[in-house]
């Protein structure tokens, strides 16, 4: 029964219906118009904090597991590079470093070594920054700068491997960004260079292709670093350089940006870097501004991931918390980088109800009822934060 129900849920149109409602509200309020470099988002499934960060509406996700490329949120550090890169996409080129055979190797060159394609999700650290209260600098994110795609490309460590393998004493996978850096200032206080530990080579993809096409200017194309479980930062865009190292990167985005600073600190390589991501699930529906609930059968739904963990299970409450029930996990399991649809069909009676989701992983770790708080807003897991409240008549 509880598959048919979740079928029936895009029979119905549910996330049509929220993204209209959405769109509505947003005309009303005077939403600002898509920047240029992705002119081509539907501008109904999105909120446009600035030309750098536009955020997917929570209705807009639907009950579909692959996040559609015009729905999936944006968020550049720099702005994008000039559109012309994408005129002759085979042409961009790769430096790679840390290896046995140092060499740079162009797009064309990477599509014969092999191909994969692999199912992730990609979440800007500071999705869920919106719920703290004590308003971090940054995008205010709610559930929106996080979707679930499907990169094809080659295996990075097809690469290495052809590179004649890593060099001796290699410690860190390390991505640099190909933006052009403004000018007169220090480069490392503002490009974008990413380590992460060297085991993520295991699972690491150069991408060329996104849900099927060509890689968008807007999310890093013609050529973007992924790197499946971990935050968003660390799947580095428009990458010109690969190369493992010793030592994490030196830039700012690495040693002291994208730290779980205490709140009150300052970053410093001391501190935990936004590298995996925690196990965290939201509710996607029902939602008040769907339109009017009426008492009765109905179907909530959301999605959960674990990072680099499978999805074990999640459990649901209508009352805030007070007492849970099992959900059932449905669709294509498209793998453990992936995020699950969750179901539970359940009577709601007329009045207001508080709707929780609370995922657990594979290794047992339930997502926790408080965020951890840091000067950010990373990495923010909370089932309480991310409850829905909706009202039946």
Request: hydrophobic residues 40%; contains cysteine.
């Amino acid at each position: 029964m509880l598959a048919a129900s979740a079928a029936g849920l895009g029979a119905l149109g549910l996330g049509g219906l929220g993204t209209q409602a959405h769109a509505q509200s947003s005309a009303a309020a005077g939403a600002k118009p898509l920047p240029a470099v992705a002119a081509w988002k539907d501008p109904k499934a999105m909120i446009v904090h600035s030309s750098n960060t536009l955020e997917t509406r929570r209705a807009a996700f639907g009950t579909s597991v692959v996040t559609p490329t015009n729905r999936l949120f944006v968020r550049n550090n720099l702005p994008a590079p000039d559109a012309s890169i994408l005129e002759h996409r085979d042409a961009w080129t790769v430096a790679f470093e840390g290896v046995k055979g140092p060499r740079s190797l162009t797009l064309a060159d990477l599509k014969t070594l092999g191909v994969e394609t692999v199912a992730t999700v990609l979440q800007c650290s500071g999705n869920g920054r919106g719920f703290f209260p004590s308003k971090p600098s940054g995008t205010p994110w709610q559930v929106g700068a996080a979707g679930c795609v499907l990169w094809s490309g080659v295996p990075l460590r097809t690469v290495i491997h052809v590179l004649g393998g890593a060099e001796e004493g290699m410690a860190y996978l390390t991505g640099t960004g190909g933006e052009k850096l403004p000018e007169g200032v220090d480069p490392l206080t503002v490009m974008v260079e990413r380590s992460v530990p060297i085991k993520a080579l295991d699972d690491a993809l150069l991408a060329w292709e996104m849900n099927g096409e060509p890689l968008p200017l807007a999310h890093g194309g013609p050529l973007r670093l992924i790197v499946p479980g971990y935050q968003g930062v660390n799947n580095v865009k428009y990458v010109k350089r690969v190369a493992l190292t010793r030592e994490q990167s030196r830039a700012g985005i690495m040693a002291n940006r994208y730290r779980m600073v205490p709140p009150g600190g300052k970053g410093n390589p001391g501190l935990p870097s936004v590298w995996e991501m925690v196990v965290k699930s939201w509710i996607n529906g029902p939602l008040s501004e769907e339109g009017a609930l009426r008492a009765g059968w109905t179907q909530i739904h959301g999605v959960a991931f674990a990072g680099t963990r499978e999805v074990r299970g999640v459990e649901v409450s209508i009352d805030g918390g007070m007492s849970w029930h099992q959900a059932q996990l449905v669709g294509p399991n498209l793998g453990r980088f992936a995020w699950r649809q969750f179901v539970l069909p359940v009577q709601l009676s007329a009045g207001t109800h508080v709707l929780v989701s609370r995922a657990t992983d594979a290794a047992g770790n339930a997502q926790p009822r408080e965020r951890v708080e840091n000067n950010s807003g990373y990495n923010n897991n909370s089932w309480l934060d991310h409850a829905v409240t909706v009202t039946v008549a």
